[in-house]
């Protein structure tokens, strides 16, 4: 597993030591268990059901092991500096709200996770941040989602697996059209997508990502509510070559944003020197990828 070379705050987020547990524990949607890691005692990796869920370094919030969430890094210190809202759909270890809040201090969060017990543990044993700087909300991610107000998140972040597939509700066209409702003008999409040759998962999320529309006062609008798409991961994943992960990036439109391409371009030299490097398809590509995918929508109902 590569590891991140971020290591610019090394002061604990907190200065409790927690003890951690031995074994499997049991939850309201099955176990978790932290399980060490060999070569340095202070971190951890949680096991969600017997998945890989987060790693977690408890001394340094900003070491992040998992290459997509170090890819997600890069984009999230590609916005504006200063203090950011961001809404979780999925919790976990709370890996990427803990880097939030040493990188960007002052920051909101919101952590969804259906699993009440889950989320009770890991503020006790990771000592998360407290309210208002980071709430735990035992809530379904689309649930959650839909109870939030208009244009007031920076960043929306799916990372959501049950148990190691992303739950379909929140993949279709109306589960993006309540996260663009949610993002500020300029605000950033990023969702965790597992799946490997021939990338079916990726093709229909983003053949559903370039099909959503403007949503306003009820009625559906022409124009696409994205600035900019884009796919990132490590080139063997995009090519089908192996199994893992991409994520999928989506900018919200703003007037006063740059053309297409132009933001997103900036981040192309971080990625490429991450311990893994990562590369970016951009809308062209992805128009291709999916040409011959439908779009993920819910269930018809009534």
């Not at 309210?131 to 379904?140: F, S, T, V, Y």
């Not at 999320?205 to 099909?211: F, I, K, N, P, S």
């Amino acid at each position: 597993m590569a590891r991140s070379s971020r290591r610019q705050n090394q002061n604990p987020l907190t200065s409790r030591r927690p003890e951690l547990p031995v074994g499997p524990v049991d939850i309201a949607s099955g176990t978790v268990e932290l399980v060490a890691d060999r070569d340095d005692p202070r971190a951890v990796t949680v096991h969600v059901n017997g998945v890989p869920s987060s790693y977690v370094h408890l001394d340094d919030p900003t070491f992040l092991a998992f290459e997509y969430m170090q890819q997600m890094a890069c984009l999230i210190d590609a916005l504006p500096a200063g203090p950011l809202s961001v809404i979780h759909v999925g919790a976990a270890g709370c890996s990427l709200a803990r880097y939030v809040a040493a990188e960007r201090p002052g920051s909101r969060q919101v952590a969804l996770d259906p699993d009440p017990t889950l989320l009770e543990l890991v503020r006790g044993w990771f000592d998360l941040p407290r309210a208002p700087e980071l709430r735990l909300r035992a809530q379904d991610g689309r649930e959650g989602l839909v109870s939030l107000r208009d244009s007031s998140a920076d960043v929306i972040i799916r990372d959501a697996f049950a148990p190691d597939t992303t739950p379909r509700h929140l993949t279709t066209l109306e589960f993006l059209t309540e996260v663009a409702r949610v993002l500020r003008p300029g605000g950033l999409y990023l969702a965790n997508i597992a799946d490997r040759a021939p990338l079916t998962l990726t093709r229909s999320e983003v053949a559903t990502a370039l099909q959503a529309r403007e949503h306003v006062a009820g009625r559906t609008e022409t124009r696409s509510p994205w600035a900019d798409l884009a796919v990132v991961a490590e080139p063997a994943v995009l090519k089908g070559r192996r199994y893992g992960n991409l994520v999928l990036v989506a900018l919200r439109a703003d007037e006063d944003l740059a053309p297409r391409d132009s933001w997103l371009s900036d981040v192309d030299r971080p990625l490429r020197v991450l311990p893994v490097p990562a590369t970016r398809l951009g809308r062209v590509d992805l128009t291709q990828l999916s040409a011959a995918a439908q779009a993920l929508l819910d269930p018809a109902t009534g």
